[in-house]
């Protein structure tokens, strides 16, 4: 079902957004300092992203409060319109995504993680009441974090892809 509003506010978006992606692994980053970029989830979103958009920054860092805000900080000074974080949402102890995000957020975007969760429940069961992917605003930037594992890129990367036009255009009124 699309509006008239919808599909005029879809029109006037912009055509090429600048994206950012951070991939919060202890592993991979400890990987990628040794010349190794095991990162299949951070590449898929280069990658699809690209297709239609500007990756201009692509990060991958332990799982570390400061150093997720600062990279955050960084590429939004690079004018990075949305970013894309993978990883670092699961209930263990090193995953920090989740809070640090929801600490620095504007605004939240309750509907991407709702129904996040729901396709994935649809997918695989009862397992999606541990998904903590969730969405927010912080500096006019939307920031979406998704899980780390490949399945739930690709998953929460078709949710918005479509739409990331449209969610700039409401960030810069």
Do not use: W
């Not at 991958?60 to 990883?87: C, E, Q, R, S, Y």
């Amino acid at each position: 079902m699309s509006s008239k509003t919808s599909q005029n506010h879809k029109k006037h978006a912009p055509k090429n957004i600048l994206c950012g992606v951070i991939t919060l692994s202890d592993t991979k980053s400890k990987e990628y300092e040794n010349g190794e970029n095991n990162d299949i989830s951070g590449q898929y979103l280069v990658e699809k992203l690209n297709e239609k958009n500007t990756v201009n920054s692509y990060k991958i860092i332990p799982d570390n409060k400061i150093l997720l805000v600062n990279t955050i900080n960084d590429m939004i000074a690079k004018n990075i319109d949305i970013i894309f974080t993978t990883g670092g949402t699961g209930i263990g102890s090193r995953d920090i995504t989740i809070e640090t995000l929801e600490n620095i957020f504007e605004k939240k975007i309750v509907g991407f993680g709702e129904l996040f969760r729901l396709k994935t429940y649809e997918e695989l069961g009862a397992i999606s009441i541990l998904s903590r992917a969730t969405a927010g605003v912080y500096k006019k930037t939307v920031i979406l974090a998704l899980p780390g594992s490949p399945n739930a890129v690709k998953l929460g990367l078709s949710l918005v892809i479509d739409e990331l036009g449209h969610l700039t255009k409401h960030l810069k009124e």
